[in-house]
Structure formats: C-alpha cells, structure tokens
C-alpha cells in the first residue's frame, strides 16, 4: 500500500540559507500536518492543511511557510534557518475524521 | 505543558518482563492513538480506541482506552528485544487535531 513519501531525506544547509521539504500524501487523504521533532523530543505541530486550505497553526516560526497543492501534495518552505532548526520533519496525512495520522519516513535537516 | 502526560517516560527491562506504559489528560479526546517509533524513522500507527473502556489487543500488546476518554495504557506482554523503541500515544481534539503525548523509551535487553 502507498505510504506518505517525503523528499528529501536528508538536507544539510548553512546558517541564513532557505530550504524545502516536500509531501506527498497517502492517495485519497485529504489532511495533510506537519511535524518538527527535536532529538529526544515527541513531535511538535507545525501546521496543517485540509483540503488544501489551512486549518490548525501550531509552533511554526514565522520565517517558516507551508502550503498543500492542487495535487494534495504539501510544502514546507524555511528562510533564514538557524542551527536550531536542525531537525526530523515529518509529514503526517490523514483523512479527516478518521482518528488516524500516518507519518512519512521524514526529513532530517542539518543546519550548519 | 504537555495536554497529554506519559509514564514512565524511560524503562529499560529484561526479555520476557511484562510492562505497561500510561497516557493520562485532563482533557476527553474522541479517540486516541498509539505510535512506535524507532530512530530517525517515522512514528508507526499501532492502535486507534475511539470508544470509553475499549481494550484492543494486537498480539502481545494490549490498548485500552480509559471510561472517559482521558486516558489510555499499553500493556505488553513478554516483551521482546524488537520492541524496543518510543511509545507515543497522541489523542484526537476537535477540528481533527492531535495532541501527541512526551514519549515512553522503552528499551528491552535481550
């Protein structure tokens, strides 16, 4: 069965640079959520989209942006990164209603 | 603060040893789910209890869901070295959002 797929796997980016993450749902989800999870830490909402609008906002710094495309796919844009952002991002899609969130294999970004 | 609390938050036990981890709220969720997540991979949907008092059983590992929806456990039975891994349980609220709880390490030596 098709699971979440998230590009790319692994970034390495200097300080002030600007990276995108990638999603692409389980076919037919309509929700799409993104995670930011810190080593040793449980995930942190980011943000999610249903149906391509936005509809929850959680601890998404400003310099960070996301959107969920025609094709349900999903996009994570950061600016100005820091070495604090240094993280595993996850995707998670959904459909809603269902109870259930599965996640992607994620993204792991090194900021340098 | 955490909406969901989980406990213990680390426990490092023998092959064989019986186990239970808690996820305790405040708050009533429709339904909660529990994840298992093993290093620099994605959290791994294990179990969804949408009803008060709803057990689940999936081999050795036993969900349940408490009364009123506040809190669940995950019991496991005779574990094994290939349990190892973090135990998330995350609880849905409305408007299709989950709350993810602190994580359990559990780490089964062989």
């Known amino acids: 069965a098709a699971g979440v797929i998230q590009s790319p796997r692994h970034l390495i980016k200097e300080k002030r640079e600007t990276a995108t993450l990638k999603c692409y749902p389980i076919?037919?989800?309509?929700?799409v959520y993104w995670y930011q999870q810190g080593p040793g830490q449980d995930p942190q909402f980011l943000i999610s989209f249903y149906e391509k609008m936005q509809s929850d906002k959680g601890s998404i710094p400003d310099r960070f942006s996301a959107q969920q495309f025609s094709d349900y796919h999903s996009e994570l844009n950061m600016s100005s990164l820091e070495l604090g952002d240094s993280a595993l991002y996850f995707c998670?899609?959904?459909?809603?209603?269902?109870?259930?969130?599965?996640f992607g294999e994620g993204s792991r970004l090194t900021v340098l | 603060t955490q909406l969901l609390e989980q406990s213990p938050q680390f426990l490092s036990i023998q092959e064989g040893e019986n186990l239970t981890v808690y996820c305790n709220s405040s708050?009533?969720?429709?339904?909660l789910q529990w994840y298992r997540q093993e290093p620099g991979e994605g959290p791994v949907l294990l179990v969804t209890v949408v009803t008060g008092g709803e057990v689940k059983k999936l081999k050795r590992l036993t969900f349940q869901f408490g009364d009123a929806r506040k809190d669940s456990s995950l019991h496991i039975t005779a574990a094994q070295p290939g349990d190892t891994g973090l135990y998330l349980c995350a609880g849905e609220g409305n408007f299709n959002k989950f709350y993810f709880g602190s994580g359990t390490k559990l780490n089964v030596k062989p």
């Open positions: 076919p037919r989800h309509d929700t």
């Open positions: 998670a899609s959904s459909l809603y209603r269902s109870g259930e969130l599965f």
């Open positions: 708050s009533v969720f429709s339904s």
